[in-house]
């Protein structure tokens, strides 16, 4: 076997002459040339040029001159190899020792080729994409000037994506294309403790998502993937009957004793400070229609048909929580209390300072005071009770409180307990008396 030849870094005074940059040559014998041939290196430096020297001498010692011996046509297959990777700027060992790493955890050529094409596909996904803050901010944008979506709504998604922001800052600014269930799953639960808080943001997400499809900034919704939690509804009990006539004795003028209680940033006082013998027609409205209170602030008096032939109350797309219209009867203790009820200069059904008010005449019948707090839709709750043991239609029940099926009206709104038919009777044929409106008129 002729002996190896000698691997150095030497001056080559040819190139020195020709003022050449790199004039530091190493001779890389045959054997470990990536061309099967005899190659030459230059080096600016010749501390360059004995580095290489040095890594070449160990290469070859570690695994013997032999094993780079190739043959004629192995060197060609080395040539058309390398002419295939010049033009990317590579070279046969380079991409060797790239593909080596991924050979070891895939074992398997044809599945290299699948990622590597996940990739592309992503990659280019990711060129069309935008952070998720910017799609929060242009899904607003849509929603208030062009789908004309209310206030509420938007407050809503305000809400929830402001507290993403604050809570996880790197979800907001990730590409809409690179977030997963996994990472919605972990920013939620991070994020939110109540389960309807948690159920209200995946929601929300899910639109963001459906927005950013649409918008073609990524092909999926991973929101759509995460569970629904099941909510416990808490137990409401309708209001008494004595409990509603509180309610409507309490929309009059103040007392000497309310109008001196003290100045307070409390509405539930400084609204039972207030006449609030306006009050009426909302009262009356949300207890015998089940309108809910939202719907009801958005209602006018144009809106109220008493001197039709169908006495009929129309929840017009402006004021309906579900953007369609639905129609809900008048029934005759609803016709008597609006027949007397005051109308306001601008037509509305809820006067001025509403909110306020609203708690000043709960204060006054009771609520909200000496640990008595007042339930969520407890009137909507009451109307659909009382309508049930009346009636026993929950088709037509369905309809006039506005829900595409009775599920939530069976599991949500229709609670029996503690009530009879006795008390729905009571309920449906409470009336406004003599003494009441000389009470108003005090």
Known sequence: MPKPSV????????????????????????????????????????????????RLRTRRNAEGSSVFQVSASEAQLFREAQQILEPYGLDVFGVIKELAPLLEQVNDVAEIRRLVRMGMEQEKRDSKSIPFCDAVSKLLEVKQHVQKRRESTLSQIRYITGRIGKCCPDFAVTLLSQLTTDDCRKMIDRTFKPDKQKNDARKILSSIFNFGIKRKWCHENPAQALDIIAIQEHEIHPLTPEEIAGLFQACRPPTTEEKGMPLTSRKTVEGARLDLTCCLAPLAIMAFSGIRPQEVTRLTWNDIFLDTPEKVIKVRSRASKTGGTRQVNICPALEAWLRMAPHQEDNSICPPQWPVRWAGLRYRAGWDVNGKRWPNDALRHTFASYHVLIHRNIPQLQLEMGHSSSTQIMHRYMNLSGVDQEMAERFWNFLPEEDFQNCQNT
């Open 7 to 54: 691997i150095r870094c030497v001056l080559d005074e040819q190139r020195k002459a020709q003022k050449r940059k790199a004039v530091y040559r190493v001779s890389i014998p045959a054997e470990l040339s990536e061309t099967g041939k005899r190659q030459n290196r230059y080096f600016t430096t010749q501390r360059e040029g004995n580095a290489f020297a040095a």
